[in-house]
């Protein structure tokens, strides 16, 4: 995040940019959709994790959300 955050600020204004962008408020969010429960640091890990499995040539979606989500929620199970 303090990467693009760096890169966007170099940017000229009045280009035009397209950014889809990802936030813990929406891992929560889609969490509670699916009536399970993360904390904000839960989701900032399940959103790094995303990032990191990431295809770039398809981006991020809501299925790569629920799939982070449910991919947390069983490890979690699992290490308990």
Same mark, same amino acid.
Request: charged share 35%; hydrophobic share 35%.
């Given at each position: 995040?303090?990467?693009?955050?760096?890169?966007? @600020?170099?940017?000229?204004?009045? =280009? &035009?940019?397209?950014?889809?962008?990802? /936030? !813990?408020?929406?891992?929560?969010?889609?969490?509670?959709?699916?009536?399970?429960?993360?904390?904000?640091?839960?989701?900032? @890990?399940?959103?790094?994790?995303? =990032? &990191?499995?990431?295809?770039?040539?398809? /981006? !991020?979606?809501?299925?790569?959300?629920?799939?982070?989500?449910?991919?947390?929620?069983?490890?979690?199970?699992?290490?308990?």
């Amino acid at each position: 995040t303090k990467e693009w955050i760096k890169i966007l @600020i170099k940017m000229n204004p009045e =280009e &035009s940019v397209c950014i889809h962008m990802w /936030g !813990v408020d929406d891992v929560i969010q889609q969490a509670n959709e699916m009536d399970e429960k993360v904390t904000r640091k839960e989701a900032q @890990i399940i959103l790094e994790e995303i =990032e &990191s499995n990431i295809d770039s040539e398809c /981006g !991020v979606s809501w299925n790569n959300i629920n799939s982070g989500i449910e991919d947390f929620i069983k490890n979690k199970k699992k290490n308990k």
